[in-house]
């Protein structure tokens, strides 16, 4: 039952020429019924604001003229010329779409489908759309109908053009879901499950939303249900998609026996549309790097050089990720992981911060280098990658009986994980070990960093021993000047 279209994931009647002006949207399933065969159900939804509201009485609507016509060998087989009322309005301010659902019965085969719609309030002539559909063979073995999506559906109370086994179903004709609709519903039937089973058998029905490229199932989103064999048997299954990051997926419905075998499968590809909803650390699986940034890295000590450097600006759960992961010699789960930090935090262009990023990583490279570790992982390299580059500094290679030091000032810092400001912040990085580029973090008054109401002591410890923990201010020692550049930045 593969769909075939001429236009995208679905038919979009559109301005084909100066004069017009209705946009729709086309998309369709097939299914079957015992006794009388296959039929086609289409799913039509027309845009508001392409179609004049007219006023009838108080209230204002808008009128769709629609021909279909189905041919074989430019032969028409069936076909219906109807009118799309939409809904009634009092405010043209803004006109809601309209939809609309229509069967037809169709022996096995492929068929032209040729749409003409005018708008009845505007004599503007509408040119012909056509597309090319297959209408498959129905076979004994078990198969199941075309999936088709939902805008919603509830329990049916009188049979209506909507209803199918006993559910009222409003079609969403699009294969595209923006970051504002956060349910994913459809609709599905199995056939012979009887035949092949057999009569009152239990089977499994399992569905699941999996990545397009990599055909990996998305974590949280799979379920199941519990059914008897017959001669028909629906699903209506729901995915809550709230957290669904944007990219391309598949729908998959399955059905399986007693044994858990493979007895049929459908596939429905649809894209999701929501650049604020962040890649989940537990679904990098389904996250696909072809023709990214970083899938030409492929040395595992180069990914994980560029994991670490990524610390300094991660949140916990990130952190914790890298923790267990870096070690791992998995070149394409890291792969996909960098890719996912930066998509995260710029959906539209996950290069562009990243390159803005390692910029300054090769700059603290450069600068705070210590030892054998690169400069990232030095004390004032994490502070300048987390926070930026400083407002004022303070170098103080030596003062009396003090270790080397400086003194760094923040008008404003933000944090880069939260998004909080704190306003007039310091930092005192000191150098113990006297090597001239080894400085650590001794004290600072940001929220969250590390916090020494002795530092004064410490700072003060090259030449002098003091023992009283209470004590936090050296006493008779040459030179105060850091107290003074702390308090005082210049």
Request: net charge positive.
């Amino acid at each position: 039952m593969k769909k075939f279209f001429y236009l995208f994931a679905f038919a979009v009647f559109s301005a084909l020429n100066g004069y017009s002006n209705i946009k729709a949207y086309l998309n369709y399933a097939v299914f079957y019924a015992p006794g009388k065969g296959t039929y086609i159900e289409t799913y039509m939804s027309v845009d508001g604001s392409s179609v004049i509201f007219k006023k009838e009485k108080q209230k204002f609507q808008g009128k769709v003229q629609i021909e279909i016509e189905f041919k074989q060998d430019g032969k028409t087989v069936t076909g219906n010329k109807y009118n799309l009322l939409s809904p009634e309005i009092v405010d043209t301010t803004h006109k809601p779409d309209f939809i609309d659902l229509q069967r037809y019965q169709l022996k096995p085969g492929t068929y032209q489908i040729e749409i003409k719609l005018a708008d009845a309030n505007n004599d503007k002539t509408e040119p012909a759309t056509a597309l090319t559909i297959i209408i498959p063979e129905q076979t004994t073995n078990i198969n199941i109908s075309d999936i088709e999506l939902a805008e919603s559906f509830q329990k049916s109370i009188k049979p209506t053009a909507v209803t199918k086994s006993g559910y009222d179903i409003i079609p969403y004709p699009f294969t595209s879901f923006p970051e504002k609709i956060n349910k994913l519903n459809f609709y599905v039937e199995g056939y012979n499950t009887s035949k092949e089973l057999g009569a009152e058998s239990k089977f499994l029905y399992s569905y699941y939303i999996e990545a397009a490229e990599t055909k990996v199932t998305m974590n949280g989103y799979s379920n199941f249900s519990k059914q008897t064999t017959k001669e028909v048997a629906p699903l209506i299954g729901q995915f809550d998609i709230t957290d669904l990051s944007g990219g391309k997926y598949n729908l998959v419905v399955e059905i399986r026996n007693n044994a858990n075998d493979l007895k049929a499968q459908k596939k429905l590809s649809f894209t999701r549309m929501a650049p604020h909803v962040k890649i989940a650390l537990n679904n990098l699986k389904a996250v696909d790097t072809t023709g990214g940034f970083i899938n030409h890295v492929t040395n595992p000590d180069t990914l994980r050089d560029y994991i670490a450097c990524l610390w300094p600006i991660s949140s916990t759960s990130e952190r914790d990720w890298q923790a267990n992961q870096i070690k791992s010699n998995n070149v394409k789960l890291m792969q996909q992981y960098i890719y996912a930090f930066w998509e995260n935090r710029n959906p539209s262009n996950p290069q562009a911060s990243w390159d803005v990023y390692m910029n300054e990583v090769r700059k603290v490279n450069k600068v705070y280098k210590c030892g054998g570790q690169p400069g990232y992982m030095s004390d004032r390299g994490r502070v300048y990658l987390q926070y930026g580059a400083m407002d004022a500094a303070q170098q103080v290679p030596s003062e009396p009986d003090s270790y080397p030091y400086e003194v760094w000032q923040y008008y404003r810092l933000k944090n880069p994980v939260t998004g909080q400001f704190q306003t007039n912040k310091k930092f005192i990085f000191y150098n113990p070990i006297l090597d001239g580029k080894c400085f650590t973090l001794l004290h600072s008054d940001a929220r969250g960093e590390i916090r020494d109401d002795r530092w004064q002591i410490k700072l003060k410890l090259r030449n002098n021993q003091i023992m009283d923990l209470d004590q936090t201010t050296p006493q008779g020692s040459y030179g105060d000047g850091a107290s003074d550049l702390f308090n005082n930045p210049r």
